[in-house]
């Protein structure tokens, strides 16, 4: 069973993106691909982007969604085996997936790290609680250690920006006043990774990401050093992972400022924090794609579920 959890899950990159273009132009163009069939996506966190931009995506190839905040409206889950469940949880993974997967054919998961135990996190109990235990492919929606949804929309929204055939794509890590999930950072770099880009990752001291995400890549810890050149710059905050889910740093240096960004493109996920994360001028200025990155969400959500209904029928 095929299942869209990784950056890895897309065979074909080149090919994703010449489908996503195609998407783009005509939105309608799947429309009858999912007919008949149903989506379910559970949210156990928070979503503005990704919760409209898969339910749009679904209508749009012709399926039928429903959507549960699992998290403040499910039961309370169980993962460990063999356990006696006389504390707090109500409900154990083996039956929860198992009967959701008897009322769609597709279930999307949006489950964060805890980031109280990095090992817990990257073991993906969640997801991989739901891939193991629904019997239906799972579409990863923002999980504990990756986003691949918007991964993909990101590198969407390279392919259509670039101005030359190698384009320098700059990740640099910006301050934050709460711990966040390595999620989308990991999922960036892994996309990067697989794209013909000159690219650079630059943060300070202590935010080295996982180093099977970074494959030999060597960040810059000099921010300046590392734009020099860039036409593309995401910015994003993560959590330290060696000092697991701490906040070592929170200069405000490290804050894209349009000075910083010269005129090169700046990105990011979304949503973000104005003059902490980014300055209004970036923001709000002519450089910025963070409204046509987060509408390639829809596109990037399309594939993904396209993906799963051709390749699973
Ligand atoms: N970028 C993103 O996933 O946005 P949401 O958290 O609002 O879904």
Request: with cysteine; charged share 20%.
């Amino acid at each position: 069973m095929n299942h869209y959890n990784h950056t890895d899950d897309i065979p074909d990159l080149p090919a994703w993106l010449e489908r996503g273009r195609q998407l783009a132009a005509n939105p309608r163009l799947l429309q009858d691909l999912g007919r008949g069939k149903t989506l379910c996506l559970l949210f156990f966190n928070s979503s503005l982007r990704t919760r409209l931009s898969t339910q749009k995506a679904a209508m749009l190839l012709g399926l039928e969604v429903m959507v549960m905040n699992f998290g403040s409206e499910g039961w309370n889950l169980e993962f460990a085996d063999g356990t006696r469940m006389d504390g707090g949880t109500a409900e154990h993974i083996k039956e929860a997936a198992a009967v959701v997967g008897q009322y769609a054919d597709l279930v999307g998961i949006r489950a964060f790290a805890g980031l109280k135990d990095r090992e817990a996190d990257y073991a993906e109990q969640v997801l991989n609680g739901f891939v193991r235990y629904a019997g239906v492919p799972i579409l990863n929606m923002e999980s504990a250690t990756g986003h691949p949804l918007q991964a993909l929309a990101d590198a969407l929204t390279i392919d259509t920006y670039r101005r030359t055939a190698r384009p320098k794509v700059v990740l640099s890590w910006a301050p934050h006043p709460r711990a966040l999930p390595q999620a989308v950072a990991n999922s960036f770099v892994q996309m990067m990774r697989r794209m013909d880009v000159d690219f650079t990752v630059t943060h300070p001291p202590g935010y080295d990401l996982a180093p099977g995400v970074m494959g030999g890549l060597q960040p810059v810890y000099d921010q300046k050093e590392a734009l020099q050149g860039a036409d593309f710059v995401y910015v994003k905050n993560w959590s330290s992972y060696t000092d697991y889910g701490t906040i070592l740093n929170q200069d405000p240096a490290w804050m894209m400022t349009a000075d910083k960004l010269g005129d090169a493109y700046f990105m990011h996920c979304l949503p973000v924090r104005r003059n902490v994360v980014v300055a209004d001028a970036v923001l709000d200025g002519p450089r910025s794609l963070v409204i046509p990155l987060a509408a390639n969400r829809t596109v990037s959500a399309q594939l993904a579920l396209a993906h799963l209904l051709e390749t699973n029928s």
